[in-house]
């Protein structure tokens, strides 16, 4: 029995390893990569190696994400171009390259000294403690990609439980952003899932179909539109210049936080579900014989994203500003948040708001969308929602952001059981993380938190907050603060201070909700600790 057993292993292994050398040697890309690796005059023999073996973990890792019909070229997550020196060696050069920045610059060198080390994190791949202990904060790399092609692409969050059982409450809500390049078209599909989007780039008309009929909408930058689960719908880039981009807040109705996307016109990219009916079915459904069927089913290769002709794109966006709403004014269909009066404004920024009591379609999403427009060097009020979790996508700028968390405690602090049993109350823990654009980051209901905008840009923040209905924001500093409404001795209680002490530091602030911020050094000090 044994040794039968040790056989097939021995066979087994040498199965694979055949299978791993013809692999080898059939993709020429990975040969080519290895002889490359030989070539380098300026490597070490060790750096060599370190370059063969790079070779093969791009090519493992291409292979993966091929079987997961995944397009590589355009996917910003793996231009992991193996050629390219060991992240550790690229961040000196980075270093080095920093020193030559002009002082005083719009591009500084601490930024530049920063964005070299945030790029050496990404290149390692490697997951800090800080991140382990954080998972509100979703960069670049945490996006999964669901459709690409050299026009654009569709990416998504992956389900916020399988990050942190933290999100149980926001389990059933996804992030997804599609980018379009000029003059494309996004093929019809339906989904199983509610969808929010934002427009944060560019314009564009959508169509949306129904069973009885249809109807065009055009979108501009800072328009809100809500697409009903099931709507089949397509878009097209209308512009000649501008990227298309929509930021989508997606609800499955299936199942909690999964959903998946019908194509029905297509072929074989993207698949028609047609295809997957038996021939029979389809025949007699159609009244169509078959070989006819299977052309048409089998044409389309090109993908979700598609270039379009400008005449093409003219017919698709005929419908001027207002759409087909015979009433005059807006259409009915979309909500521009720019357009709104701010809800707070100084010079430090605006806050714009929209809920379902303004536009109706937010209302069985219990969701409200806010931008926030912060002006460089200004910050947001210290607050709190009452009972939102805020998913916040940045659409434009950089900045950074804190939040105070009594859920994550740092390793070395134990587990919560302990400190319960030690009765003295939580222990909060700063979070805090670098804002730019595309980043999203999760605030849940309670927990305080601030943005702040960078010295040179404005920093432009969209938030869908979830559970919406009844949700107040809570200021902590400036003008209209919580804690100032406290009487006299509750404050002296609370603070264990005379109260005068007490509105001197909270009174002191006479901002509202946008404030300016704090200096340029403490800010940095804000999110270098890592
Ligand atoms: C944001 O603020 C800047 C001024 O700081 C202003 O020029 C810009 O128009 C604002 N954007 C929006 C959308 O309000």
Redesign the pocket.
Known sequence: MKTKASTCLILFALLIAYATISLATKDPELKQCKDKCQTQTHFSQEERDKCAQRCEEYHKEKQRRQHGGEDLQHDDNFNVNPMIMDPQKEYEQCRVQCTRQPEGGRYSQEQCQSDCKEQLKQRQGQETEQERNNPYVFEDRHFITGFQTQHGRVRFLPKFTERSELFRGIENFRVSVLEADPQTFIVPSHWDADALFFVANGRGTISLVWQEKRESFNIKQGDIMRIKAGTTSYLVNRDNKERLVLDKIVRPVNTPGQFEAFFGGGGNNPESFFNAFSDEILEAAFDTKRDRLQRLFGQQKQGVIIKASEEQIRALSRHEEGGIWPFGGESKGTFNL?KQRSTQSNQYG?LYEVDSSQFRQLRDLDIAVSLA?I?QGGMIAPQYNSKSTKISIVVDGEGYFEMACPHVSQSSQGSQTGRETKGTGPSYQKISSRLRRGTVVVVPAGHPFVAVASDNQ?LQLLCFELNAFNNEKFQLAGKRNVISQLEREAKELAFGMPAREVDEVFGRQQDEFFFKGPRRQQQHRGFSDE
Do not use: G, I, M, V
Request: no cysteine; charged share 0%; proline share 0%.
């Open positions: 720019y605006q427009n002006t404005n």
